[in-house]
Every structure is written in structure tokens, then in C-alpha cells.
């Protein structure tokens, strides 16, 4: 998506990773990091319409 904060040299990392933990429960945390950055990016529009 690259905003807001668009870092070339960003990196990310699971914490909290155990034996239990599988590809359903990667793959729930990717999606809610999408929806975060979305929620981001609509809190930026909406304050430049005040």
C-alpha cells in the first residue's frame, strides 16, 4: 500500500509465535495489519477534509 509511511527499509516480525501457532493464525495477522494500514489512510483522508 506504501501509505502513509512508505519505508524501502522497513521490516516487520510475528511475536508471539509458538509450536501452535500455524499458517491460519499467520495468515489472520497479515490481514489485520492490512486493515490497520487501511484504517490509517482513512483517518488521514478524513482529517484533510476539516
Avoid: C, H
Avoid at 509450536?19 to 483517518?43: C, H, M, P, Y
Amino acid at each position: 500500500m506504501g501509505s502513509p509511511y512508505w519505508n524501502d527499509g522497513a521490516r516487520g516480525m510475528f511475536i508471539g509465535i509458538t509450536r501452535n501457532t500455524g499458517n491460519k493464525e499467520l495468515i489472520s495477522a497479515v490481514i489485520k495489519s492490512i486493515a490497520f494500514q487501511v484504517e490509517d489512510v482513512i483517518r488521514i483522508i478524513r482529517k484533510s477534509w476539516v
